[in-house]
């Protein structure tokens, strides 16, 4: 799903009061933890995720692979924060055109 800048921007302004539902330790990216993030996105629709990883690229690599596994749109990266929005059957989020 490709979002435009003023969708991006709704989102964004959407998650700015959100906590982060989901925290990588230094585990990585398991099992269980896709399984959370699913189960959060298909309830509710817009995410925030920790990544305690220090390295950029190490951070980048697990939000790629998060998105790939869980067919989630990233809307953005901030420092340790990583921001997912995939819309549920319902649709809370009502984006604008």
Do not use: C
């Not at 435009?4 to 990588?24: D, E, G």
Request: without cysteine; hydrophobic residues 40%.
């Amino acid at each position: 799903m490709t979002l435009n800048k003023k969708q991006i921007q709704y989102l964004k302004s959407l998650a700015h009061h959100l906590n982060p539902v989901v925290m990588i330790g230094n585990n990585g990216l398991t099992e269980g933890v896709l399984a959370e993030i699913e189960q959060s996105l298909s309830y509710h629709e817009l995410i925030k995720i920790k990544i305690a990883s220090e390295d950029r690229d190490t951070k980048n690599l697990i939000a790629n692979a998060i998105v790939r596994e869980t067919d989630a749109t990233n809307v953005q990266i901030i420092g340790k924060i990583l921001i997912l929005y995939r819309p549920s059957d319902t649709h809370k989020i009502i984006l604008p055109k």
